[in-house]
């Protein structure tokens, strides 16, 4: 009886230490993800919204995708501007949530993907800008937002201090004065990486790094395309490899949406290195980490000689 009884008070001991009873925190992104878990610890269950095959461009999501929205204690996006499949959803949302884009603070830049691929990306502005979140006066509304807002570290620590603010009962002991630290010493240690080769040419498909690119002080890379799964027409091709030839371009940067053979084509003595800035491959990695090991790492390997 008495290994019975045991056994029985040995098992509620585990279920009422299981982590089933911790908040969910669901993060429409991988990388926002990333940083939940080192936000959170064992105190939350983060869950990423999006599976890794499918493209947050235009996601269908399915029903247990969207109950897992609706059901979650707290949802973490990037704003209905970066993600409008995800607005109706959280329109439809009583639980609370942080939109990284409703942040003061927060780093939007230009440079969405529907622009007319035969126009001539060299003469097109992907700098941005830097605005406050909740101040759209003077913003200038000729190009979409450029929606990778989680390639920024200023961002993603603007999202740490947000969170802190909103939802402070719910972070761990020393969160997140822990979490800025860690990123601060990654987005340092990332610099000191790419300072040796920041001023060499590179080419990118569609250019969705422009938030890590600026911090960084990466040179502007040739840009193929604007718009997503359309290649360049024929003057377009002939003035981008007049550029690739001109500037010494000897890198290739290839997001998951890249045409290989396209870029192969242009540039057929870079060095091509396959990089995703959702960080779908990577899901293990804290955000510090794979902003240094990871995106910093791909950079360099790509741009060194």
Known sequence: ????LFALLLVSSVLLSS??????????VEPVAMALRALYGDRAEVVTLLAPNQSPHNPMLSPRQMLTLRQADLVVWLGAEAEPAVADLMARRDGPSVAMLSLPDVTRRQGGHHHDHDHDQGAHDHD?????GNNHDGHDHTGALDPHLWLDPDNIATLARGLAERDGAG??????ADFLAALEEAREAARQRLAPVAGRAWISYHNPWAYFQHPMGLSEPVTVSAQLGAGP???????????????QVGCAILEPEAQR???????PDCRMVALDPLGRDHPDLDYPAWLDQVVAAGFERCLGR
């Not at 053979?261 to 540039?267: A, F, G």
């Open 19 to 28: 982590p089933a009873t911790a908040r969910v925190v669901v993060a429409s």
């Open 171 to 176: 972070l761990p002991a020393g969160q997140p």
């Open 233 to 247: 027409g024929s003057r377009r091709f002939v003035a981008l490899a007049g550029q690739i030839r001109d500037r």
């Open 261 to 267: 053979p396209m870029i192969k084509r242009l540039c």
């Open 1 to 4: 009886m008495r290994p019975i």
């Open 128 to 132: 941005g800008h830097s605005h406050d």
